[in-house]
């Protein structure tokens, strides 16, 4: 940015850069918009099928489910801005848990000490990942699925080698478990609701990933980075920098979701997690994130995860017969995502 | 590159740094841990060998899932079993069925003197079994298949009847006067699952429900069985189908202020804390280390003394139903690992 481009001849409109929009036709551009129409309709859908989905305290318990699988699909949809995918998310949140739980077990350490080498070890692994893809040639999909596996097994084996079982041993009774629950799984009470702590992380979440994409340098490198890995490199963006980054940004959500998991249930079952890492990617397809990158953003990718919360728990409001479930689930699903698809397109083609 | 490892390397500067500052701060902690355990069990002897039969060699192929904590406790009293019996123990798991009756093919390669395999999904390990027998290798089947083992040529079967399970569930629910219950399977698909609740449907007296639940996702769980304790306060009893869902439901309960009353199957160490701390009402136990313990012990009395037990009737090793009254006992050998 720092060579002045040419000035444009006044009066020259044929720039399309210079043509005044009006603010409704760039909110019709922005990504999120398909989704945010999909939630208002999901929402209104559900406070007619469903008597209790109106209430505070079932708000707070929809915010609560989407907040939980907000905090993984904000980062996830950034790094598909950025071109890549991660399955290994899902368990490495499992695996940052069963680091905290059982390297502060083992060690007869404050748990807060865990916490601090669970963070190190999960973004250890999110580096792992990133310059295995920036080093080598296979794409994300192969590496991550690779991530995948070793971490399942790991996660199995080191457990059962450490603990002796397959799930870790409570550790509600040592030092500094009551200050971490606080930061990780405190519910907040407001007007005699309970609302969980992690809908704040999930918030905090979004704003930092919006500054970082809107208003930064490193946002600019995301975006060309998924729109054309080459191009961007030949302007001089820092790919692998950018990717690397983009793999961290997913294991530091793993992180905040790992101590989430330990310092609600005291104890982790190592075998948790799989299959969460496709639901982290649905949301941000939701929320407007295409799957070949460049585009998508992180308040979509949040609106998708507040989409997906709202359907998994209306399904339970509303009392359906529970042995069609997974089937209403994915209907409602399909008709959130056509409903902003078509969206987008009107709002492309009006532009 | 060269800039990717400086930021790589800043960034783990600081990380260190803040371990440090971490630690530095706060250091040990001097209550639980692995300390505590330690000297809770100091004096835990490891059996040897008490007989001195050959050296067999038992396979055992289960339907568990990656990481499960019932299969665990199996596992564990197979292995003691076997370390009493000079028996070398082997243990294999996958719950595809297809994958299952592979691994038992394995152990018949291998010319194993015995097999206990469990039959959650019968049909796909008809032929294995079948194939057993041809290779004369006695087959115990645990946990379940009650009705298929004899049929299929097992010597005898070590288990509980999923259906008696439930309708125990059922009638215990009466005797405390429930009127509406909920029934979280936390396994769509799962036939042992839905014969729980259906045998709790068929002996409880008021209204029973099922509610699908995604076990591999707590948080899940917890807002799931939320949703629906709020929308219908009407609810007075939970059960969950395995003992980790427990603790999550009476968190569920809490917070969506409900004063329904947490029951569940099976057993471990927060269960048994919260039978006795009154959080739980009661907890349906199939008693799993004995049905490893049990199924090894027959395979090497078969091997040594032709002995059979059961007469051709499954040997039930629940349901057992426990309560407050026997939580305390039970709570010490949860923690060990073997209930």
Not at chain 1, 172 to 192: P, R
Not at chain 2, 18 to 45: F, M, Q, W, Y
Not at chain 2, 51 to 68: A, F, L, Q
Not at chain 2, 143 to 152: R, V
Request: charged share 20%; with cysteine; net charge neutral.
């Amino acid at each position: 940015m720092t060579a002045t481009a040419p000035a444009p001849a006044p009066g020259d409109r044929t720039d399309e850069r210079l043509v005044k929009t009006s603010p409704l036709k760039k909110l019709m551009g922005r990504p999120e918009l398909g989704s945010v129409v999909g939630a208002i309709a999901v929402f209104i859908f559900f406070s007619f099928i469903a008597d209790s989905f109106l209430q505070a305290s079932s708000l707070a318990t929809v915010l609560y489910a989407a907040s939980t699988l907000g905090i993984m699909a904000v980062p996830v949809a950034l790094l598909m801005i950025g071109g890549e995918f991660d399955l290994s998310a899902g368990v490495l949140v499992t695996t940052s848990a069963l680091v905290s739980s059982m390297f502060s077990y083992q060690m007869t350490a404050n748990v807060w000490v865990g916490v601090g080498v669970s963070l190190l070890v999960t973004l250890a692994i999110g580096v792992f990942n990133g310059v295995m893809l920036t080093r080598t040639d296979p794409p994300s999909f192969i590496i991550t699925l690779g991530t995948f596996l070793m971490l399942t097994g790991m996660n199995l084996g080191f457990t059962k080698m450490i603990s002796g079982t397959v799930s870790t041993k409570s550790i509600s009774d040592m030092e500094g478990f009551t200050s971490a629950k606080k930061i990780f799984a405190e519910t907040i009470t407001i007007g005699g609701v309970g609302f969980k702590v992690t809908i704040l992380w999930w918030l905090a979440l979004i704003v930092v990933a919006t500054w970082i994409l809107l208003r930064t340098r490193v946002g600019n490198w995301i975006f060309a980075v998924g729109g054309g890995e080459d191009a961007a490199r030949a302007v001089g963006v820092p790919v692998a920098k950018t990717k690397i980054g983009l793999y961290m940004g997913v294991a530091f959500g793993a992180w905040i979701s790992g101590q989430h998991l330990l310092f609600s249930y005291d104890t982790v079952q190592s075998g948790e997690g799989v299959g969460n890492e496709l639901i982290y990617i649905v949301a941000a397809v939701i929320g407007g994130c295409l799957i070949t990158g460049g585009y998508g953003s992180a308040v979509g990718a949040a609106v998708g995860a507040l989409i997906f919360g709202m359907v998994s728990k209306g399904i339970v409001y509303a009392e359906w017969n529970s042995d069609w479930f997974k089937f209403f689930l994915g209907v409602m699903l399909l008709l959130a995502t056509l409903l902003n698809h078509w969206v987008r397109k009107r709002a492309e083609a009006t532009k | 590159m060269a800039r990717v490892k400086t930021g790589v390397r800043t960034v783990g500067a600081v990380l260190v740094a803040v371990l440090g500052v971490t630690a530095g701060l706060t250091g040990c902690s001097s209550t639980g841990g692995k300390r505590a355990e330690d000297a809770r069990k100091a004096a835990t002897a490891q059996g040897k060998a008490a007989v001195n039969t050959p050296r067999w060699t038992v396979g055992m192929v289960t339907h568990s899932g990656d990481g499960d904590t019932f299969w665990d406790i199996v596992q564990s009293g197979a292995e003691q079993a076997a370390r009493k019996d000079n028996i070398n123990f082997l243990y294999a798991h996958d719950d595809e069925a297809q994958q299952q009756a592979q691994l038992v093919d394995s152990y018949i390669d291998k010319k194993v003197d015995g097999i206990i395999v469990t039959l959650a999904k019968p049909d796909a390990m008809k032929g294995a079994l079948a194939r057993a027998k041809k290779a004369g290798i006695p087959v115990i089947t645990v946990n379940s298949g009650s009705a298929e083992s004899k049929k299929f040529g097992a010597l005898t079967h070590i288990g509980q009847d999923e259906t008696i399970a439930g309708e125990a569930v059922g009638e215990e629910l009466n005797k405390r006067g429930k009127k509406k219950a909920l029934c979280i399977l936390h396994e769509q698909g799962n036939v042992g699952h839905e014969q729980r609740c259906d045998g709790a449907k068929k002996t409880f007296d008021g209204k029973m429900q099922n509610l699908y639940v995604t076990g591999t996702n707590m948080p899940d769980v917890q807002s799931s069985v939320e949703a629906r304790l709020q929308t219908d306060k009407s609810i007075d009893a939970v059960v969950t189908l395995g003992a980790p869902f427990a603790d999550t439901a009476v968190k569920a309960a809490d917070s969506a202020g409900s004063k329904a009353e947490i029951d569940t199957f099976d057993l471990n160490e927060t269960v048994a804390a919260g039978l006795k701390s009154g959080d739980l009402g009661f907890a349906v136990d199939q008693q799993p280390y004995l049905q490893g313990y049990q199924a090894v012990d027959l395979l090497w009395l078969y091997k040594y003394n032709a002995d059979v037990l059961g007469g051709g009737r499954p040997v039930l090793t629940g349901p057992q139903i426990i309560t407050k009254d026997q939580a305390a006992e039970l709570e010490e050998y949860a923690k060990r690992g073997t209930r």
